[in-house]
């Protein structure tokens, strides 16, 4: 792939940060190259469409270029002669089935060792899109972008679709006699050669069938190995309590908030419920003016840290002498006179008494929250804050944790790679994990794997463990198979199948049934069989199917347990014996491909990383002054080594990354995901050893003087100066309500040439609170998957041809080593006076009779005038056929509410109108008028803060119309009177008035 | 062109007042006569050439030029009518099915509503094909060992549907909803014409857009009471537009909104 490189060389990051420093007022910019504004960049931004790069000396595309020349003249010769179509009604039709309606069941979707409940779409048997479940705990009615993706996963035609023996095709008859021969000489041994690789298990029936199993079985053992997982909280707890316990926090409670290292606001598995609560506390229009105030100490940049009122980047090792330092600043005594640890700086010592102070005057309305990585005496330490602080019980709770059995996961694999290389196993089961790929790379699993007689693999993909396996079995996706799963809180919710397995899976019940030596499993059987068990005979039927509706069991949840603080001793806990000089790494799980599971999943892989806006790669993530250092920019591919392992990586500069810190994201470089994964990014988990699972030191990075090109979405256009987002504080928004509109830019209606319209009925409207905005991507997703919007690919990114109907840009306020980070999701804005409208020579963007600017695709001929003359750039030319016609199962996948768009066709945000019109439709029906919140976009609805919201603005009990009457509202480039129907509320920001002072 | 080559000129020696002479008899025919140009011919040239355009090829030319404009026309207006006609809409033409299915018989014979066979009309989009099961209903019982009906008893027997062809198919950017239209008062008839004359199936109207903004921009013409929409004999009155706008009214149908792209289109 030859990237038609936007290659910007030699930029002087000394002169950008002296540039960032001499500028006085509000500075905003949006990338490097922006403020260095280098010549290349005045080029770039000069070409200003950047995607019009001619892909002529591009011989990949040229080829391609033609070869959809050819398909196309091949189809306009078919085109002429239509087939007749058929009609296959139902024999029997399903009761509730009603054809042309979508139907939604309740189900979850678990994901490191917590679940997600979601109402699954399904359009006549068919499952298109993910929701929200508003009665789960750790949804209400939200999603994160992983669930969105899912989906995907589901049709993914590079899932594996068959039982294979050493790579070649065997029936489940033989697999079964095969097994059961296996099974029945470990019986009389005791199943001491057998062992059992789950992932973190948090299904009630599956720790019941795997107890069974170790029952039967009792010499046999069952281990728990995940990339990503909480071992390092529960050892935390253990630490302070003396037992495994889950923290729960209550964010909506909460005043002032310590994020210690953890992004709780987006990378966090909880962090749809999390989020949800956080935006309670920041909702300012609604209510009273008062805010929850956010401190982020982090060494990476996370959306935590861009929502952070206060953010101090650390270096990861001295992250645990910061916690340590507060707890010594609020009085608690951790026992040790800490002389390993390094004092903290006269600027930090500032910051943690301020910090303190706060945490202080607030006491029981306080969280300190600990990332999953951070070492466990960090959470041991929280714990004691908390304590100390009186928040436990008012903000902090404990329950059992929802993980059936708690585990130090790395001492678990550490334990059977021994076993596997002592030779005492003869099976491994390996269930729905990828260990090979995935486990730390000091234990050689692969190797040792090898030593295993016989090893069966049960997995969605022929992944890197399926090859060294025996035998592979196809898995189930989770909206084929039965199955339930306890979520953060401990609810339970059944996984209830909406699709028949498409490539004849198993669940991992079914396999489990098989090795207890049931050969004809029911996966359906065994989960109510299981809880057939905790309820009355006569009442069960009533129950499991109030379950299955509701997606969550009634009273399942955890109550709050009561804890005892242990005195905390930090001299048994680990030392983090780290050269203050040296560089770091630090390990990340990827915002978008998580621990690389997603790697296949082409959503997830052109989705913009929240901070990096990099697509199709990870990066070395280096910080400013250690690139201008090390004299790197942006792309140029540097050799990572550590304790005598090297990768090759690209690094991209990351303005607020901690200095001398090194960030890798896991999840990429993998070699056997499937067409769409294979072969992008590095691996970082040939880095990642089981001394260090999440950072490390003693890191050396060596120039290559190579390059590797990278697609990032943002790397466009610049601000000229133009106030896009607009940010205050809250004490000015006390003092001047209306501060947005102080400036020049907004002033009283401009006259307009064009007609004005009117609106009888509806006039739809949309408004973003980018006061809650975390920036977690579930939107762009969301609105991906509903709008059936295709995937490009890499090279075409890096032209600028990604076709996201709704992105999220990322501004960076200030200093180049500590920026505040700003997020504006950009949908059309459905302007009133669109530029784009009246351009069109053949009328295919119009004017809707309710305001909306309508796209008509089959009268596009595709001039793109309108996306030459739309100033927010939000339209998207389909410069290739992208929308895939011709995978049977990907054909499955499309809403059908919604075209899927053909090569040469402008497209861009519709706000939903399919969601619209039949909303219309049943209002109509019921002679009534559309209620407000009844049309929800995709966007909405999958946002957990709620800072998306839609409405008729004509009715001024909207709520939309609400938020656009607050004086927080301004809408985009105001100036050019294109008065947009989607308009923003300001960003606040709440600094604590102690650190202000300082410029903190 | 060769043919005017002077080594081709029909006399002896060439000389370049005669090549000349010839070219200049080459163009313009429609604004000089012929005959001109003969005896300017006869003057100049030594040997007399023979005419090569008989005379009434200036009338052929005439004719020609600006016939062409009336045949460009004429193409245009067949390839219109080309596409308008049943050839490409399909109007009007029988669609073989695996079952002769005669909506004559069921409906006006039998007297069956619209709706016991397209059950989800009035509260779909898709107005639904009955299942195998709603057709053993009456045929389990009645005409129950007919060959004609041997597919339906096969679907019911092997759970296998039965393979109806689309009678009415809309492109794939098109998104008809029948329950709204049925709620508002379009009749069955307006669309699918008498189905309970039509012996076997076949598409009454065009289907064409210009079909469907007849009503959409003026649907006062068209609409009946609620209570007509599945009457297969119902006639509009005399004042159908006093009765259309009344239930424009009544029905809150928004006229402007008729006509937005986004309403069909999405």
Partial sequence: ?1000 | MDRWRVADCPIGHVGQGVSVSYRRRRPPMFYRTSLAFEEEDRVRSPAIMSQIFHPSTNTISRVSIFGAVFLVAALGWFLLAILRSSYVTQAGVIREQPVPFSHEHHVSGLGIDCRYCHTSVEVSGFAGIPATEVCMNCHSQIWSDSPTLAPVRDSFRTNKSIPWTRVHNLPGFVYFDHSIHVQNGIGCVSCHGRVDQMPLMWQAQSLLMEWCLECHRQPERFLRPREYVFSMDWQPPEDQLALGRKLVHEYQINKELLTSCSVCHR
Avoid at chain 1, 85 to 102: F, H, S, T
Avoid at chain 1, 830 to 843: L, Q, S, T
């Fill in chain 1, 1 to 1000: 792939m030859t990237l038609h490189s936007r290659k910007i060389a030699g930029l002087n990051l000394t002169d950008i940060r002296n540039r960032l420093a001499t500028t006085r007022g509000q500075q905003y910019w949006r990338s490097l190259e922006e403020v260095a504004a280098t010549e290349e960049f005045q080029t770039l931004v000069q070409q200003e469409f950047p995607y019009q790069a001619s892909t002529w000396p591009d011989p990949v595309s040229r080829r391609r270029f033609l070869q959809l020349m050819a398909a196309s003249l091949a189809l306009a010769g078919l085109s002429a002669c239509t087939p007749a179509e058929k009609i296959l009604p139902y024999v029997r039709a399903p009761e509730e089935v009603v054809p042309g309606k979508p139907l939604y069941f309740a189900t979850a979707m678990a994901l490191s060792g917590t679940a997600l409940g979601v109402l699954a779409e399904s359009h006549m048997g068919r499952p298109s899109k993910i929701e929200g479940n508003p009665q789960h705990p750790a949804s209400l009615g939200a999603t994160h972008a992983f669930a969105q993706g899912s989906v995907l996963t589901l049709y993914d035609p590079d899932r594996s679709q068959a039982i294979t023996y050493a790579g070649r095709i065997r029936s489940w008859g033989i697999f079964l006699s095969t097994i059961t021969q296996l099974m029945g000489e470990q019986r009389q041994q005791d199943g001491r050669g057998l062992r059992l690789l789950t992932e973190t298990v948090i299904s009630p029936t599956l720790a019941h069938q795997l107890q069974q199993l170790l029952a039967r079985f009792p010499a046999a053992k069952w281990h728990q190995y995940e990339p990503v997982n909480r071992s390092q909280a529960w050892e935390g707890a253990r630490l302070a309590f003396g037992e495994y316990v889950e923290t729960q926090y209550r964010f909506e409670e909460a005043t002032v908030i310590l994020a210690l290292d953890a992004d709780f606001l987006s990378s966090d598995p909880d962090s749809v419920r999390y989020a949800h609560d956080f935006a309670a506390g920041r909702r300012v229009w609604q209510g009273p003016a008062a805010m929850n105030r956010l401190y982020a100490v982090e060494s990476t940049h996370t959306n935590t840290g861009a929502m952070a009122d206060h953010r101090l980047p650390l270096r990861p090792s001295a992250i645990v002498s910061f916690a340590l330092a507060l707890a010594q600043e609020l009085g608690l005594d951790v026992g040790s006179e800490q002389a390993s640890y390094a004092p903290p700086t006269e600027a930090h010592a500032n910051w943690i008494s301020a910090l303190a102070d706060d945490l202080r005057a607030h006491q029981g309305s306080g969280i300190v929250i600990v990332g999953l990585q951070q070492p466990p005496i960090v959470h041991a330490l929280a714990h004691a804050i908390n304590h100390a602080l009186g928040n436990v019980g008012r903000t902090v709770f404990y329950t059992d944790p929802a993980t059936a059995r708690p585990t130090d996961q790395l001492a678990s694999v550490r334990e059977l790679v021994a076993d596997m290389d002592a030779g005492l196993v003869d099976l491994l089961v390996i269930l729905d994990a990828n260990p090979v790929y995935s486990a730390p790379a000091d234990l050689r699993f692969a190797d040792h794997l090898a030593k295993v007689k016989l090893r069966v693999h049960l997995g969605l993909y022929e992944d890197e463990t399926a090859a060294l396996c025996h035998w592979h079995i196809p898995a189930a996706h989770y909206l084929e198979a039965w199955s339930d799963v306890r979520t953060f809180d401990g609810t339970v919710s059944i996984i209830q199948p909406l699709v028949a397995p498409l490539y004849g899976g198993k669940s991992a019940h079914e396999l489990l049934a098989v090795l207890l030596g049931d050969l004809d499993p029911s996966g359906y059987q065994i989960v109510r069989d299981y809880w057939r068990r905790y309820l009355p005979a006569e009442d069960f039927e009533r129950f499991w199917r109030t379950a299955l509706h509701d997606g969550i069991m009634a009273n399942t949840a955890f109550f709050p347990r009561q804890v005892e603080m242990r005195p905390l001793s930090i001299e048994g806990a680990e030392q983090h014996s780290a050269d203050p000089q040296g560089l770091e790494l630090l390990f990340q799980p990827d915002p978008t491909l998580w621990d690389g599971r997603f790697a296949n999943n082409g959503w997830l892989q052109e989705l913009p990383k929240p901070m990096t806006k990099l697509t199709w790669d990870n990066a070395a993530l280096l910080s400013p002054a250690l690139a201008e250092r090390l004299g790197l920019e942006n792309e140029a591919v540097v050799e990572l080594r550590l304790h005598g392992q090297a990768v090759r990586a690209p690094v991209w500069i990351m303005p607020g990354q901690a200095d001398q810190t090194v960030t890798v994201t896991l999840g990429y470089g993998r070699w056997r995901a499937g067409r769409v994964g294979t072969g992008t990014g590095f691996n970082a988990y040939a880095l990642r050893t089981s001394n260090a699972l999440w950072s490390t030191s003693g890191l050396e990075i060596h120039p290559t003087g190579g390059r590797s090109p990278l697609a990032s979405t943002q790397q466009h256009y610049r601000m000229e100066g133009r106030p896009l987002v607009q940010i205050g504080t809250l004490s000015e928004y006390r003092a001047h309500p209306e501060f947005v509109h102080e400036g020049a830019h907004e002033s009283a209606p401009f006259p307009s040439l064009y007609p004005e319209y009117r609106y009888e009925s509806y006039a739809w409207g949309m408004a973003i609170d980018l006061n809650v905005c975390v920036g977690c991507n579930a939107c762009v997703i969301a609105c991906q998957a509903e709008n059936n919007i295709p995937i490009v690919g890499k090279a075409e990114v890096a032209r600028n041809r990604e076709m996201h109907w709704l992105r999220i840009d990322r501004y960076y306020k200030g200093k180049l080593d500590t920026p505040e980070t700003y997020f504006q999701p950009v949908p059309c804005m459905h302007c009133e006076k669109a530029p784009c409208e009246v351009v069109c020579p053949v009328g295919a963007t119009v004017h809707s009779a309710e305001g909306l600017n309508d796209m008509v695709y089959n009268r596009c001929v595709g001039t793109r005038y309108c996306s030459n003359n739309c100033p927010y750039k939000v339209r998207h030319f389909n410069f290739f056929q992208y929308a895939d016609y011709d995978t049977p199962s990907l054909k499955l996948l499309h809403n059908p509410d919604v075209t899927v768009r053909s090569r040469g066709v402008m497209e861009k945000c519709t706000y939903c109108v399919q969601r619209i019109n039949a909303a219309r439709i049943e209002a109509q029906k019921e002679q009534r008028l559309i209620r407000d919140g009844e049309v929800v976009t995709a966007c909405q609805q999958a946002c957990p803060t709620g800072a998306i919201i839609f409405g008729n603005i004509n009715d001024a009990s909207s709520q939309v119309a609400k938020m656009k009457a607050t004086p927080l509202n301004y809408s985009l480039l105001a100036e050019l009177n294109t008065q947009p129907r989607t308009t923003y509320l300001a960003r606040l920001r709440n600094p604590n008035p102690a650190l202000m002072d300082k410029g903190e």
